[in-house]
Every structure is written in C-alpha cells, then in structure tokens.
C-alpha cells in the first residue's frame, strides 16, 4: 500500500539542539497515527516540518507522492494539510463563525474580506463557503456559541473551535498539537469523540500528539514514540507499550497504562 504522507529522515535543529533527527515513518490514508514522548522530544517541531512552518536540514516529506519539504505552508494547506496549535491560534476579539469563515480562505477565490463585504461576485461564493460552516457548526454543536468573541470562551471550547477552524479546510490530513492539552476530563472525553467522529465520516487521515496516555491507547490505531529527537518506537499502542526502551524514557519504570 501506499502511504499517502511519508516522513523520510526527517531532521531540524535550532541552534546546537537537534529537535527532531532523522525521523522516518509513513502515514496511512484515513489511519489516526498519535506521536508521544516527553516533554522537549521534538513532537511539535516535527508537526511544524509536516506543516511547513519550518523546513527540515535534512529529509523529505512526501504527501500523495508530490513532495512538500519546501513548500511555503499555505501551499501545504492547499494541498489538504490542516492543523491546529498547541496554544490555540485564533482570532480572540472576533466571533466564532468568522474564525471558522477564516480558516476557510484558502478556497476563496475573491478573498475572505472581499466575498463579506460585497454582494457582488464574491456573493454566490460566499454562500457556499457559510454552508460549509454551518455544517461544521453544527458538526461540533456549536450553535449556542457562535456569535461569540472567541476569547471569552471557556479553554476547552476554543480548542473545539480550532478543531473547527482546521476542518473548515476540508483537509485531507489533520494535524492535532496536543488537542486535549488543559481541558478537563469531559471536554477530553467530547474532543476524542470529534476526532473520531471526523475520521469516521470524511476519512480524514489525523497525525494526533497527545500526553494523555488513555486517550492515545483508546483513538490511535498506531503510536510513534520519540525521545530526544529520535523515534525510539513505533507500532500499535499495545505493540508500543510494550516496548522496553517507551517504558524507560517515557512512561516511567513502572508501566502506568
Ligand atoms: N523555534 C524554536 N527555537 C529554538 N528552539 C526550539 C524551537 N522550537 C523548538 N525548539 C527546541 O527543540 C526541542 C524540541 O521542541 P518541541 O517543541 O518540538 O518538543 P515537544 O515534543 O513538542 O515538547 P512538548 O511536549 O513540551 O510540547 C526543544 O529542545 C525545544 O526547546
Ligand atoms: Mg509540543
């Protein structure tokens, strides 16, 4: 089969850190594929590779066979690479439903400001991108929400509404930084349930970093475990688990999940 993302030898320092170093793993079309390790372990610099934001010393990434290492990451984004971030990256002051209208832009041809403005030629497009909206409105149950600043909302909603602005691109492969990261258990418990849901109705192929170890074991079909840069594993979660070194570098001595 082939992968439709493929990460080969990845590396990316900053300075004398390597962050990431030599990292290689494909990514199946519609799997939900989670990256652990501790805290520093190059997760989200990786995550960064894949989206663009930064380039790769080393490697290439590969998605549907056309490589992307050096594509500017709207680019990245048009090609169906969505993602949210681990401090949320939103537009606080404005409502909920133009932050999701936002993250819908990179498909409007007369420019998100433009087709708001104008009845004109935007008008018809515009329409059809509200719909979309609505749909993921309604998706995420959001409706009670949408008029408000984003800002004012509870931590676990905005992450929600980022999940929301992601998906507004219809993107092929979804990028989650640590999606669950300072919610409570309900809000976590509502968050896996849309990532699963968004993977069983549109396919979406999801790349998952997560520290909750329950949640990982529970939604991922496969584990990616790096450790100080370097993948040190990778496999099914409970192949994963198993896995000596995993238990050494980041679960502890005692295996705790
Ligand atoms: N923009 C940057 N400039 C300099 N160093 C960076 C930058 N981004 C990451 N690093 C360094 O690269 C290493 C990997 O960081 P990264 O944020 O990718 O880890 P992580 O696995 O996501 O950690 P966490 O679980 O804390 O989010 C760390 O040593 C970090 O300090
Ligand atoms: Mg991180």
Same mark, same amino acid.
Request: charge should be neutral; glycine fraction near 10%; hydrophobic fraction near 45%.
């Given at each position: 089969?082939?992968?439709?993302?493929?990460?080969?030898? !990845?590396?990316?320092?900053?300075?004398?850190?390597?962050?990431?170093?030599?990292?290689?793993?494909?990514?199946?079309?519609?799997?939900?594929?989670?990256?652990?390790?501790?805290?520093?372990? #190059?997760?989200?610099?990786?995550?960064?590779?894949?989206?663009?934001?930064?380039?790769?010393? *080393?490697?290439?990434? !590969?998605?549907?066979?056309?490589?992307?290492?050096?594509?500017?990451?709207?680019?990245?984004?048009?090609?169906?690479?969505?993602? *949210?971030?681990?401090?949320?990256?939103?537009?606080?002051?404005?409502?909920?439903?133009?932050?999701?209208?936002?993250?819908?832009?990179?498909?409007?041809?007369?420019?998100?400001?433009?087709?708001?403005?104008?009845?004109?030629?935007?008008?018809?497009?515009?329409?059809?991108?509200?719909?979309?909206?609505?749909?993921?409105?309604?998706?995420?149950?959001?409706?009670?929400?949408?008029?408000?600043?984003?800002?004012?909302?509870?931590?676990?909603?905005?992450?929600?509404?980022?999940?929301?602005?992601?998906?507004?691109?219809?993107?092929?492969?979804?990028?989650?930084?640590?999606?669950? @990261?300072?919610?409570?258990?309900?809000?976590?418990?509502?968050?896996?349930?849309?990532?699963?849901?968004?993977?069983?109705?549109?396919?979406?192929?999801?790349?998952?970093?997560?520290? /909750?170890?329950?949640? !990982?074991? /529970?939604?991922?079909?496969?584990?990616?475990?790096?450790?100080? #840069?370097?993948?040190?594993?990778? @496999?099914?979660?409970?192949?994963?688990?198993? *896995?000596?070194?995993?238990?050494?570098?980041?679960?502890? *001595?005692?295996?705790?999940?």
């Amino acid at each position: 089969m082939t992968a439709q993302l493929e990460i080969r030898g !990845v590396s990316k320092s900053f300075g004398g850190v390597q962050a990431v170093s030599r990292v290689s793993f494909d990514v199946q079309q519609g799997e939900i594929l989670s990256i652990i390790g501790p805290n520093g372990a #190059g997760k989200t610099t990786l995550l960064n590779c894949i989206s663009s934001v930064f380039h790769p010393e *080393t490697g290439a990434i !590969v998605l549907d066979g056309r490589e992307t290492t050096r594509l500017a990451p709207p680019r990245v984004a048009a090609l169906g690479v969505a993602r *949210t971030f681990q401090n949320i990256a939103l537009f606080r002051g404005m409502t909920v439903v133009d932050n999701l209208m936002l993250g819908r832009h990179i498909h409007m041809k007369n420019g998100v400001f433009r087709s708001m403005l104008y009845w004109g030629p935007g008008r018809r497009e515009e329409v059809a991108h509200r719909q979309v909206v609505e749909d993921i409105i309604d998706f995420l149950e959001i409706e009670a929400i949408r008029k408000r600043p984003v800002g004012s909302l509870p931590y676990g909603l905005q992450k929600r509404v980022e999940l929301g602005r992601a998906l507004a691109l219809h993107p092929k492969v979804l990028l989650l930084d640590e999606p669950m @990261g300072g919610t409570n258990h309900e809000e976590k418990e509502d968050m896996a349930r849309f990532i699963l849901d968004v993977n069983d109705e549109w396919g979406t192929t999801i790349i998952l970093i997560e520290h /909750d170890m329950g949640v !990982v074991m /529970d939604i991922s079909q496969r584990v990616i475990v790096l450790d100080l #840069g370097a993948k040190i594993a990778e @496999g099914t979660p409970a192949e994963v688990k198993a *896995t000596p070194q995993v238990i050494k570098a980041y679960l502890g *001595t005692k295996a705790t999940v």
